[in-house]
């Protein structure tokens, strides 16, 4: 098979591991993957991920991948409150959660990092879909809201939450007070709970 024949079979899921391809393709020698990639052909993402090169043109493909090259995992934090517009800053690394260990992968994509949670903190986030029909998983505004100060206990004080620089005008038309209220009783952690309130005072929500 040479590598046009592969980019037409697998160019439209993205992203892929050695192993699908040789379940796919029996026979297939896995020194054309690390040939392609060495002639700029492929991306590797991660040991033994790899993705096209026209990808890095595709915006918004690194979301997709970081559920991909590492599972169980949703886009969150810092990330997530960037994608609905709550903080100003731009994002320069793709920031998930996950239930499997702390981690992270930088590439010529981009730099993916994950948090890891217990399974029961694992939830809060939908489906979202990019041009083309890949989905991905994405937290709610409110779980990145609720992610953020679990796993980044230092934000403890108004001055803290004001640092943050939260769109004031989403906080107050589009937060929805009650799914985090919800959250934090599943999650039922007093300390959270108690950034939490600090959090709404600094916004006079």
């Known amino acids: 098979m040479n590598f046009t024949e592969f980019h037409n079979s697998w160019f439209e899921i993205g992203c892929f591991s050695i192993y699908q ?35 890095r043109q595709i915006p918004n493909a690194s979301l997709y991948f970081a559920g991909k090259i590492y599972s169980p995992s949703y886009i969150s934090l810092h990330t997530a409150l960037n994608f609905y517009g709550l903080i100003p800053e731009a994002v320069t690394s793709v920031n998930s959660i996950t239930t499997s260990r702390r981690t992270r992968y930088i590439n010529d994509i981009g730099c993916f990092t994950y948090q ?16 083309g029909g890949k989905t991905y998983m994405m937290a709610t505004a409110e779980k990145a809201l609720v992610d953020l100060l679990y796993l980044y206990p230092e934000y403890k004080t108004q001055e803290d939450m004001l640092e943050l620089r939260l769109d004031y005008d989403y906080m107050h038309k589009e937060l929805n007070l009650d ?6 009783n599943i999650i039922n952690c007093k300390a959270l709970t108690r950034r939490i309130n600090i959090l709404f005072k600094a916004y006079n929500l």
């Not at 890891?116 to 041009?131: A, C, I, M």
């Open 21 to 55: 391809v040789r379940a796919t393709i029996p026979g297939f020698d896995k020194n054309n993957i690390i040939r392609w990639a060495k002639k700029g052909y492929l991306i590797r993402l991660r040991q033994d991920w790899y993705t096209f090169s026209e990808y």
């Open 179 to 184: 799914l985090i209220h919800s959250y934090l």
């Open 116 to 131: 890891s949670v217990k399974p029961e903190l694992f939830f809060g986030y939908t489906p979202k879909t990019l041009p």
